[in-house]
């Protein structure tokens, strides 16, 4: 584990990231921009971390790199800083990312799935495709899937911000169209405005350095090219509600620790709670999300 850094020198979060009015936002939408969680300082010492990492070819990290190339054009992330860096663990730790998840979802336990970080290098960075989450978790249903991601430079139209679409996380698993229009995202060309009789509307979501937007695992997102003369990057904490159990059969089990039908273990997925009197009361996952995740193999 790297980094010297002292875990509560470098986040600065106070009290809640998420008004009551946010939270219903997200319930009513399916993604919110929450609040303030870094400072520039600490969102810069993050970055540099990854910057390092990217640019530098003799970094012990850089093998690490994964790009995505959509479209021939880098995007690049590696998952699980957390493992490897302090400062990263003290992301999902920090407990107003905690309180947040526990006010979206009612919950008050979860386990980080995983992090990744997304790097679009200036200029070139390329744009991630539609999607839903939820489709690339090996978990059984029934479960709640959500993601922090934390903005480490200001993200927005100019270089590659992510774009949602309000409501989708109440139509269900979507895996063909969303698969159909992918690419699209390309070039921020515009996707149909209907499926299955509802509207499509898009939406883009600009993200200041240091603040976390929150989506679902059934929104329907995806982020545009980088054509800044900067990098843009970002970091997300897709976490899923505690005591989910590991599905050995599903397409990407490969690519993940877990033992089939068991909980997942939380060396390998950190546990994190809510532990005052306020979210004792944990009501049962969404059914509906869990009934449309169960579909997805
Ligand atoms: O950072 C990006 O451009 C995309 C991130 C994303 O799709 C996600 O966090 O689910």
Redesign the pocket.
Known sequence: MQGTTEIGSLFDAQGSLLDAQEVTQYRKDGFVLGGRLLSDASADELYRTIHEIVVDETNVHHSRVHDFKHGGKP?LHIRNMWQRFESFRALHENPAIVRALSDLTGLNGFQLWQD?F?Y?PAEVGSF?AW?Q?ARYLPFMAPYVQL?A?IALTDANSYN?T?LMVPESHEWGDAYEHVTEIASLAQNNAPIPDSYQGHHVKVVSCDIPKGHVHF?TGLTW???GPNWSPDPRC?I?L?FVSAGVRFDANHPVAKDYRGVHGEPLDPKDYPLVQVDDAKATNQPAPDPREAASLSGIQ
Do not use: I, V
């Open positions: 995007l990744r997304f679009k991630h999607h989450d993601t991601w590659g992510m989506h997102h995806c982020s970002g997300a897709h």
